[in-house]
């Protein structure tokens, strides 16, 4: 048998997939086919309960209770919008809830950071024991903590006031948590090169820790700011002045007397996640990259 029929023919590599690109079933085209079609497929189910929420809010009322499987009953109008609009004061709510959101996320992430860095590279008397019990804070549902801390607002004097309502809202056990973990896989090799040439344990967090911890920091403070926009319970009890109502209980506050209306709450829904759709659609990159390099989206 000649050399060349012995020949062992090379086995062909499958090319290298770079960090960032995506994640198909195979390479060739019936795994980009079937991998496109399975997410154009759950793309069109997580969207269905949107467009019927957008395409309800744009009918009359009248058009919404008929019967028929429609999604369209009659012609297209922005009553529902115009109502609520003209029966509550909608910019001064999202202005409140941007306001409380905003203040919420800085102040949570910057005492969040501050104690799980102490968490981490701390060795304080009773370190062991205040982590576990930041820890066991995390099964605790917000709910049972609603009259405590309204007690604690009323003898402050703190009701109806925006301290009532940002306060309560930045002790985060779960994030501290995850920026503990986080900052435990952070060489301490770096800190102690800082500290060498002379850097205070300040700096060493500022300068080498903080920018090395740049995409759990951001994770942290979008989920922070959603959960802020999106909180009605607690802002719904502490507050009574109209003036300081965020949007999600500004808008349930001008629902109608009259039974459900089902254009009116798919429209006041729609008016309170648009902010968060718009600052999705801007961030949109950093907050794929964030929740991807944390693996805070689960999995």
């Given amino acids: 048998m000649s050399a060349t ?31 496109g079609t399975a997410l154009t497929v759950l793309a069109a189910l997580w969207l269905l309960p949107f467009l019927w929420a957008v395409l309800t809010s744009l009918q009359s009322e009248q058009d919404v ?19 609520i609009l003209e029966r509550g004061n909608v ?28 968490f981490s590279r701390g060795t304080f008397r009773g370190r062991r024991a205040l982590l576990a019990v930041t820890v066991a804070a995390i099964m605790v549902p917000p709910q049972l903590l609603v ?9 402050f004097g703190l009701v109806d006031t925006y301290a009532a309502i940002i306060l309560p809202q930045v002790v985060a056990p779960m994030m501290v948590f995850i920026l503990k973990r986080f900052f435990d896989g952070i060489p301490r090799e770096l800190e102690d090169a800082a500290r060498i040439d002379g ?22 403070a979008i989920f922070v700011f959603i959960g802020a926009w999106n909180n009605f319970l607690w802002p719904f009890v502490v507050t009574n002045d109209p003036g300081l109502m965020t949007l999600p209980v500004g808008l349930a506050t001008v629902k109608d007397a009259y039974g459900i209306q089902y254009a009116q709450s798919m429209a006041s829904a729609l008016l309170a996640a648009l902010p968060l759709i718009v600052v999705f659609l801007v961030f949109q990159r950093r907050i794929v990259a964030s929740v991807a390099t944390t693996g805070l989206g689960g999995g």
């Fill in 5 to 35: 029929a012995t020949a062992v023919r090379p086995r062909r590599r499958p090319p290298h997939r770079e960090a960032g690109s995506p994640l198909l079933l195979g390479h060739g085209r019936l795994p980009r086919l079937l991998t």
């Fill in 147 to 155: 009259v405590p801390l309204f007690d604690q607002m009323l003898m």
């Fill in 91 to 118: 910019p001064a709510w999202a202005l409140n809830s941007l306001l409380v959101a905003g203040l919420v996320t800085l102040i949570t992430v910057a005492v969040s950071t501050l104690a799980a860095y102490g």
């Fill in 65 to 83: 209770s008929s019967s028929g499987l429609s999604p369209v009953k009659g012609a297209l109008t922005f009553a529902a919008y115009r109502q």
């Fill in 199 to 220: 850097a205070s344990e300040t700096r060493v967090f500022l300068s080498v820790v903080l920018p090395l911890s740049r995409p759990i920091v951001s994770a942290v």
